[in-house]
């Protein structure tokens, strides 16, 4: 009898507590000579997958979201434990997939339905077939909800599926992957760790779609890579999103808005504002609202009932932020509140004023806890500042409903929120311009993008 032999140290992908530095767990590495088989082993599963009809694969996922919510507790604490989120946001992660899991099944089985298109004389019906293998590569700030968005759609629509969870939260992705897979045929669902050398494999491997989410930098060496084989592409990635305070704006909901899409896990979001451009008319009390709100937010270990936010994710990210803010000062921002000192991962909310697009901090994602405001005279200028961006994700305006409503039409943002945030009523798709997206997903248009289109046209009488 042969026996598996013990992991050593640097075949472990270790799972580090962002709040304590201490080791949650770990994972085995997969050897990058590896994927090649495992990709072999997702085509061997593809023709008995695909035979099935997209509601037959839906109801085989659908008790994966009970088995999911009877450990939502337990899932969500290690969530919380390896990304620092508070543990009733890790909980509430959890329970949402869980919850949404059938009817998000459902809902991609009746979008790709087949159509028919009649003309006299010929009858066209446009199938919606899975691509083949779809790698499902994603990040760690939703480290539940992005590998969820991605292979749930992907699997209904008759993709086998090898997902490569960020490094940063292997464990939370691992236990997703094994509750789902005690519901689906052996090969159908796999998923490989290791830093971005297994995702590169994986990319460059025999796989047909790339479902990326992540960072610009990421999406561009995929892109490149996929194009030796016209891989087919879905890019979620990183944003800037402004939000505008306009004259006749409710300024306590701006406010609060402003204050929470900043600050929210830690600012770690790809639609979190990042950017406030406020009247000049109304930025004295807009600022003294804002920073009611702001107080209200509160540091800590992800188990202190207390906090509001937990620490950055990793030192490197701290380290990003720290920067962005230093060099934002040194170039004249002002500091209203924060940029305090901290241990550790941890860094306090911080409110700068005055910034300009010269500084770092106004052009380049940060991914942290700042917001950053700077005044504008007209809402003209606040389109131009708010439009100078290589991203376009989200944006958010607030003012007057039927001015709001007009500036709301100039951003050049995929999901732009008027007097409210930036997401769409059910159905709506999830989806980045410019240099935030390629393809999108969410919604029956996102569902069709995990899907070949094929035309078969017949003679009709
Ligand atoms: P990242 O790009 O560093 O890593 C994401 C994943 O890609 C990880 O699993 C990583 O190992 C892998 N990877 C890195 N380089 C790769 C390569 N060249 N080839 C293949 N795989 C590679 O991103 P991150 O730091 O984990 O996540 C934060 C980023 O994600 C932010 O920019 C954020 O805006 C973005 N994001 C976007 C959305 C969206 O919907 N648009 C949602 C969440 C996060």
């Not at 480290?143 to 997902?163: D, E, F, K, R, S």
């Not at 540091?299 to 620490?311: A, F, K, L, M, R």
């Not at 209203?336 to 909310?349: A, L």
Request: with cysteine; glycine share 10%; charged share 20%.
């Amino acid at each position: 009898m042969t026996t598996m032999p013990t992991p050593t140290d640097t075949d472990l992908l270790r799972s580090y507590n962002p709040s304590t530095g201490e080791e949650v767990g770990s994972v085995p590495i997969t050897p990058v000579a590896q994927v090649d088989a495992i990709i072999a082993k997702a085509q061997a599963a593809l023709p008995a997958w695909q035979a099935l009809t997209p509601q037959q694969r839906a109801d085989m996922l659908k008790p994966a979201g009970e088995a999911l919510e009877a450990r939502a507790e337990e899932l969500g604490k290690l969530l919380s434990l390896e990304q620092g989120k508070p543990l009733t946001e890790g909980i509430g992660e959890v329970s949402g997939c869980a919850a949404r899991m059938s009817e998000e099944a459902d809902e991609v089985a009746k979008a790709i339905a087949p159509d028919i298109l009649e003309d006299e004389g010929v009858k066209s019906t446009i199938y919606y077939d899975g691509y083949g293998v779809c790698a499902a590569i994603t990040p760690w700030n939703f480290p539940i909800l992005m590998p969820h968005w991605t292979i749930v759609p992907a699997l209904v629509a008759g993709n086998t599926v090898i997902c490569k969870p960020s490094e940063q939260t292997p464990l939370i992705a691992d236990e997703y992957v094994k509750v789902l897979n005690q519901f689906l045929p052996e090969g159908v669902l796999q998923i490989i760790h290791g830093e971005d050398d297994q995702g590169k494999a994986l990319v460059a491997g025999d796989v047909n779609l790339i479902a990326f989410t992540g960072s610009k930098n990421a999406g561009q060496h995929i892109m490149q890579s996929a194009a030796k084989g016209l891989k087919r592409l879905i890019l979620e990635l990183g944003s800037k999103d402004p939000l505008i305070v306009l004259e006749g704006a409710d300024l306590d909901a701006a406010a609060a808005f402003a204050a929470r899409n900043s600050l929210r896990n830690c600012g770690q979001v790809c639609v979190s504002t990042e950017r406030i451009y406020v009247q000049d008319s109304i930025k004295p009390q807009f600022m003294d609202k804002l920073m009611e709100q702001v107080n209200e937010f509160k540091v800590g270990d992800c188990c202190d009932e207390t906090s509001t936010i937990g620490p950055m994710v990793m030192r490197e990210q701290k380290e990003h932020v720290v920067g962005q803010i230093k060099d934002a000062l040194d170039k004249g921002a002002t500091l209203v509140s924060g940029n305090e000192p901290m241990d550790g991962n941890y860094v306090s909310p911080t409110v700068l004023d005055n910034l300009t697009h010269d500084m770092d901090i106004m052009t380049t994602e940060t991914f942290g806890p700042v917001v950053c405001v700077a005044g504008v005279k007209t809402a003209e200028e606040a389109v131009e500042l708010a439009n100078d961006t290589e991203y376009g994700l989200g944006a958010v305006v607030f003012g007057e409903d039927s001015k709001a409503r007009e500036v709301g039409r100039q951003l050049t943002a995929g999901m732009v929120g008027v007097n409210r945030s930036m997401g769409g009523a059910s159905g709506s798709p999830w989806v980045g311009a410019r240099q935030s997206g390629y393809s999108y997903h969410s919604g029956p248009m996102g569902h069709r993008q995990f899907c070949q289109v094929r035309v078969v046209s017949t003679n009709e009488a």
